[in-house]
T-cell receptor, first 107, second 113 residues
Framework: QKEVEQDPGPLSVPEGAIVSLNCTYS??????FMWYRQYSRKGPELLMY????GNKEDGRFTAQVDKSSKYISLFIRDSQPSDSATYLC???????????FGTGTRL | DTAVSQTPKYLVTQMGNDKSIKCEQN?????MYWYKQDSKKFLKIMFS???????INETVPNRFSPKSPDKAHLNLHINSLELGDSAVYFC????????????FGDGTRLSIL
């Protein structure tokens, strides 16, 4: 079983819809959670960085962390064609720099 | 200005050759990384350097040797290239080595013929 599970998609939504992307993880030592967006032939671009359980909002993006369920989500409101990309979740324990990535969801 | 830049962007070479990939960051970060992204888009860390010192060395063949001449540069040298080395290699950096988000370059696409 992988440490981080992410549905690979592809996910197709109409313009203007709310998109929900999710990751589950098994290692309870993960403390910090990130979402990256990767366009084709580009490097991952950091979208959100969170620590505590709860919600964090930045523009059209909301990151949600539920440590008790080991579940994180990224919501994209008013989705646009320019949001078409692969979205990667990543997480790290509190004492290391090694990021563990999900496999990415293609939107 | 590109924050994390890698050269070359594309590298096509024969099996058995030796090649290098260079990475530079102008963010003033202390920590740099090399990742490998396979054909299924899975990103896996290979190495990490903090202030020119190796802090992460995942189970990577000895043919891969990172070198950090200074905090802003981390190069990757690969000896005796094999078909399985074909992948996209990403360089990244973070401000410190613990609990920091990482910023990625645009990758080097390595193809082995």
């Amino acid at each position: 079983q992988k440490e981080v599970e992410q549905d690979p998609g592809p996910l197709s939504v109409p313009e203007g819809a709310i998109v929900s992307l999710n990751c589950t993880y098994s290692n309870s030592a993960f403390q910090y959670f990130m979402w990256y967006r990767q366009y084709s032939r580009k490097g991952p671009e950091l979208l959100m960085y969170t620590y505590s359980s709860g919600n964090k909002e930045d523009g059209r993006f909301t990151a949600q962390v539920d440590k008790s369920s080991k579940y994180i989500s990224l919501f994209i409101r008013d989705s646009q064609p320019s949001d078409s990309a692969t979205y990667l979740c990543a997480m790290v324990t509190g004492t290391a720099s090694k990021l563990t990535f999900g496999t990415g969801t293609r939107l | 200005d590109t924050a994390v830049s890698q050269t070359p962007k594309y590298l096509v070479t024969q099996m058995g050759n030796d090649k290098s990939i260079k990475c530079e960051q102008n963010l003033g970060h202390d920590t740099m990384y090399w990742y490998k992204q396979d054909s299924k888009k899975f990103l896996k860390i290979m190495f990490s350097y903090n202030n020119k010192e190796l802090i992460i060395n995942e189970t990577v063949p000895n043919r891969f040797s990172p070198k950090s001449p200074d905090k802003a540069h981390l190069n990757l040298h690969i000896n005796s290239l094999e078909l399985g080395d074909s992948a996209v290699y990403f360089c990244a950096s973070s401000q410190e080595w613990v609990n920091q988000p990482q910023h990625f370059g645009d990758g080097t696409r390595l193809s082995i013929l």
